[in-house]
């Protein structure tokens, strides 16, 4: 089972951003999927998540309107399409996957390796 994470990088405030998680090793579709992030200092938070059945999404608040996460099973592949970003979206952002539905970290099993996201002017 692997989940990797890719796309980040620095942009400035206002820009947009989209990152993918290509896996492999199981099935994409009998899985939900999140994405996280970790900022320095700060403790891990869930950002986004899509559920495998019918692609149900849910955000976390502050990033509710701005980001969108997306998946197509067919490329196994998880995107988080992340738009009118600012500083404090500043984070490594890892996609991870859970066989059960929820925003709490202990749900995911297996956690992709990180992508550095850099907001700044």
């Known amino acids: 089972v692997q989940l990797q994470a890719s796309g980040g990088g620095l942009v400035q405030p206002g820009g947009s951003l989209r990152l993918s998680c290509a896996v492999s090793?199981?099935?994409?579709?009998?899985?939900?999927i999140g994405w996280f992030r970790q900022a320095p200092g700060k403790g891990r938070e869930g950002v986004a998540f899509?559920?495998?059945?019918?692609?149900?999404?849910q955000y976390k608040d502050s990033v509710q309107g701005r980001f969108t996460i997306s998946r197509d099973n067919a490329k196994n592949t998880v995107y988080l399409e992340m738009n009118s970003l600012k500083p404090e979206d500043t984070a490594v952002y890892y996609c991870?996957?859970?066989?059960?539905?929820?925003?709490?970290?202990?749900?995911?099993?297996?956690w992709g390796q990180g992508t550095q996201v850099t907001v700044s002017s």
């Open positions: 090793g199981f099935t994409l579709g009998y899985y939900a």
């Open positions: 991870a996957r859970s066989s059960s539905w929820g925003g709490a970290a202990e749900r995911y099993d297996y």
């Open positions: 899509i559920k495998s059945s019918d692609g149900f999404t």
